[in-house]
């Protein structure tokens, strides 16, 4: 006969020692000697990860999450490794830890921005972002003001902070 494991919630067999889904061990329950209560810890799965969940679905049902909005969302990032409006609007919405939360991690973010940030233009003289292309009508412009002397001359980009060109 098939059962419903206490920790995941699906289905295994009543003669299985263990659920093959998370590891639970079902003998020791189906005998009455474990206990799903597990402390009374709330658990859930973030990005594919068992976690310990209780302090943030505790601050964040009781409302106390925002009285230092800043130290609750490092420790949320740091522990949980994901941004703090998702995973709050997650917990309001079942009003409990979510069985299953899925976002993009804080790592992969940062990742993300860095490669951004590496792929944007910057000066080479004062490694400036605030940079602008230099059109072809203006480098025509200058090489016929200014024929040869034309400082726009085999120049693609000009920086707006320190006026280099190259």
């Not at 302090?55 to 009781?62: A, W």
């Not at 230092?68 to 941004?83: G, P, Q, S, T, Y």
Request: hydrophobic residues 35%; aromatic residues 8%; positive net charge.
């Amino acid at each position: 006969m098939l059962i419903k494991c206490p920790e995941c919630n699906k289905e295994v067999s009543d003669l299985s020692k263990i659920c093959v889904h998370c590891g639970y061990p079902l003998e020791d329950w189906l005998n009455g000697t474990l206990s799903t209560d597990s402390g009374n810890k709330l658990y859930c799965i973030i990005n594919g990860t068992k976690k310990d969940v209780t302090y943030f679905v505790n601050k964040i049902l009781d409302g106390s999450w925002d009285d230092d909005i800043l130290k609750f969302n490092l420790r949320l990032m740091e522990e949980l490794d994901v941004a703090m409006l998702g995973f709050v609007e997650a917990v309001e919405e079942c009003g409990g830890a979510p069985k299953e939360y899925n976002a993009t991690s804080i790592k992969e973010l940062r990742c993300r921005q860095r490669a951004i940030q590496a792929s944007k233009i910057h000066c080479p003289n004062c490694k400036s972002t605030d940079v602008k292309r230099i059109s072809a009508t203006e480098r025509a412009a200058s090489v016929i003001g200014f024929g040869l002397l034309s400082k726009k001359i085999n120049k693609t980009y000009k920086c707006n902070k320190c006026k280099y060109t190259w």
